[in-house]
């Protein structure tokens, strides 16, 4: 099966139907919305997400696309850098990504220093923090970056018959643990709860330095991701391999 002709083709030959946006992240889905695309959230919530594909008809939607931003495994990996699956890993299970990104295309899109590679991501139902977890991940899965809707889009795209991509941004690198107020500091519309954060430093504000560059990080990897933003559609290089 193909996704028609390539995704940016002229409009003539351009399949009207939406491209399905996963998204964990209110920043994420908000980055993605656009003509074109029908855009989920799931909040970080893996149940949620779920259930939200549920309502989703197959028939109405021309591909899937996993977009986001995904804890580094690979330590070689810096906040801000592309990792464009060729695979997605949960378990035993393994999801071959059917759409390819031209790295030559998005490398001219004006990403700075931001490494593009592409690579394995691996599927979890919760936030995978600590620095020794994010290693024993790596030596288990081989995979570059680690998110919580991918395996849950892949799924759905592949029992729908339908072409699936990722391509996730780095935020907090291998070396660097996730503070556990920036996880549950996340409202159920995938927003982040300002005041609770607040709250928090104040009781505690040793947390403040983890809380600040944690935060560096992620307004890297959303600078990132908007930059990536094009091609959701393929207008500037997404394609639909043979599945």
Known sequence: ?????????????????PVLIV????????????????????????????????????ATIRGVISFGVAGGLDPTLKSGDIVVATEVQAGDTRWLADLA??????????LGRRRIVRG????????????????????????????MESHIAAEYAANAGLPFAALRVVSDPAHRALPSLAMAAIKPNGDIDLRKVLRSVARNPRTLRDLVTTGIDFSRALRSLRGCRGFLLGSEGLVAADL
């Not at 003509?35 to 959230?41: F, Q, T, Y």
């Not at 990104?101 to 004006?110: C, H, P, R, S, V």
């Not at 290693?135 to 680690?146: C, K, Q, S």
Request: aromatic share 2%.
């Open 101 to 110: 990104l031209k790295e030559d295309l998005i490398a001219g899109f004006g």
């Open 1 to 17: 099966m193909k996704l028609g002709a390539r995704i940016g083709a002229p409009v003539g030959n351009l399949d009207p139907r």
């Open 120 to 147: 394995r991501l691996a599927g979890a139902e919760e936030v995978v923090a600590a620095r020794h977890l994010k290693e024993a991940l790596h030596l288990e899965t081989g995979a570059a970056a680690v998110d």
């Open 23 to 58: 998204t964990g992240l209110v920043q994420e889905a908000r980055i993605a919305s656009g003509p074109g695309m029908a855009v989920v959230c799931s909040s970080s919530d893996p149940q949620q997400l779920r259930a939200l594909l549920t309502v989703f008809d197959p």
